[in-house]
């Protein structure tokens, strides 16, 4: 049977009180819409209708070419929303999930479940539920002696008996598509929004005598529709401990995982461990037996086996087996290491790649360079690539050697087995082997120290006022 989805996705979000439109807004660095789209097309939806609105552009921008669109220009309800994917849909046959595009933390497993319960008994409409503590503020489910859904009552319009209800509406919903659109057409908006509520179909399908069915999510978190700050951060503590905890099952280590943030399309092999305070975020993938943190910051990167990066930031950069990075380094676009490289504290790499057992020790800047196999990089060693306008690289061949407080001035090469005398600022190539010094002749003039400082006392006591 042929499966599709209308995602909701239009409404502005007031209460978010934010210029971000609601449904970009992320959930452990994922926004809340590609979360949901995710979790559909997951359970063999084939087609997938995004209904857009307010901020309709960035929605689309986000989300490309992974979903079909259709624009609701005047948000008249809910109902009214879905009624716009009839030109799309409305000839087709099979199942429809109809979701909020705010509710990120909807699982692949209840969907699959609802949409199973739904094709076995033919039904014509399954409602997610939920079993909530504190129900206020949620339609409430009114059952049937069957089991069936009788229908649903909003908060406000609930009676005493009804308000002590637990199980309620979600929000998203599993129909028929032929009868669901056949629904859309007979609902009004006589009600005090004037508006034309999807609620109303299950009471419509029921009144022809269809099945309707509800199917209870495990767990109410997935209930969670994001309209507020306070929202979001729920859904991001219950998201975070989702992701931690199916890490923690595939073998992953995580030392405090409530100090530990790992975002939702992150990768780690087994037998790596996170120690707290670190975050990986974005398409990072992680290889087996790392060490990542304390304290470190890793996003889109990719870290082969056996990498070990202690307090360092990392963003579009490459790490390979067995390298070490860290403490206090910083990883930039553009960074590519090798095999068993050494990157040491407050080193910075740019746009460069270092190639296998190569060393940056420490205080080190390589920015726009090609660094090869086996070199040593001595403390404070600098490629000076940027003249104000331009950008220039700098090559260092296999088994060089460049001293402590080197400035290489780009665009220059450093030759296979060169030496590269401390101190030295080299601003012309160094041949295969070469031997390369660069700096001043030491001058020693006896006694000149105190002359220099009777000078200094004196210029400050000169400008010192009386």
Do not use: W
């Not at 309709?56 to 005047?74: D, H, S, T």
């Not at 933390?105 to 503590?133: F, I, N, P, S, Y």
């Not at 050697?401 to 005398?421: D, H, M, Y």
């Amino acid at each position: 049977m042929k499966r599709m989805a209308v995602v909701l996705a239009a409404g502005q979000g007031k209460r978010m009180k934010s210029k971000l439109y609601k449904v970009l807004h992320p959930v452990c660095g994922k926004p809340m819409v590609g979360h949901v789209l995710d979790t559909v097309k997951a359970t063999g939806c084939e087609r997938s209708i995004v209904i857009v609105g307010h901020g309709a552009e960035a929605v689309q921008a986000y989300l490309g070419e992974k979903a079909e669109y259709v624009l609701q220009e005047v948000q008249l309800g809910t109902g009214h929303a879905v009624k716009q994917a009839k030109d799309l849909l409305g000839k087709e046959e099979g199942t429809t999930i109809v979701i909020c595009g705010d509710t990120p933390l909807v699982t692949k497993e209840t969907l699959e479940g609802l949409m199973a319960l739904h094709e076995q008994r033919k039904a014509a409409a399954t409602v997610l539920t939920a079993v909530m503590e504190h129900p206020a503020g949620y339609g409430r489910i009114i059952c049937g002696e069957d089991g069936g859904v009788l229908k649903i009552v909003e908060q406000k319009d609930c009676t005493a008996e009804e308000d002590a209800i637990c199980e309620i509406n979600t929000g998203t919903y599993c129909f028929n598509n032929s009868q669901l659109f056949a629904a859309l057409d007979k609902v009004t908006n006589s009600n005090n929004q004037q508006e034309y509520y999807l609620t109303d179909v299950i009471g419509i399908l029921k009144t022809q005598g269809d099945i309707v069915l509800g199917y209870q999510a495990k767990d109410p978190a997935e209930s969670i529709g994001v309209n507020d700050r306070l929202a979001l951060s729920e859904a991001e503590g219950h998201m975070r401990q989702r992701i931690n905890r199916q890490h923690m099952l595939n073998g992953v280590t995580i030392i405090d995982p409530t100090a530990t943030y790992i975002g939702a399309d992150v990768v780690i092999g087994a037998d790596t461990i996170l120690y707290p305070g670190t975050l990986l975020k974005g398409n990072t993938v992680i290889g087996d037996n790392c060490e990542i943190g304390p304290a470190s910051e890793i996003e889109d990167c990719q870290v082969l086996d056996g990498a070990v990066i202690k307090h360092s930031v990392l963003s579009q950069a490459q790490v390979g087996a067995r390298t070490t990075v860290g403490p206090f380094a910083y990883l930039r676009p553009g960074a590519v290491l090798g095999d068993e490289v050494k990157i040491g504290d407050f080193v910075e790499i740019k746009n460069a790649t270092i190639g296998d057992g190569s060393k940056v020790s420490h205080l080190s800047y390589i920015g726009d360079a090609s660094v090869g196999r086996n070199v040593n990089v001595g403390c404070g060693a600098i490629t000076v690539n940027y003249d104000g306008y331009n950008k220039a690289r700098t090559e260092i061949q296999d088994d060089a050697f460049i001293g402590s407080n080197v400035n290489l001035i780009a665009p220059v090469t450093v030759g296979k087995g060169a030496f590269v005398v401390a101190g030295s600022t080299i601003t012309r190539s160094v041949s295969e082997n070469d031997l390369a010094i660069a700096r001043v002749r030491q001058e020693n003039k006896p006694g000149y120290a105190e002359k220099i400082r009777s000078r200094a006392k004196a210029k400050k006591n000169q400008s010192s006022p009386s």
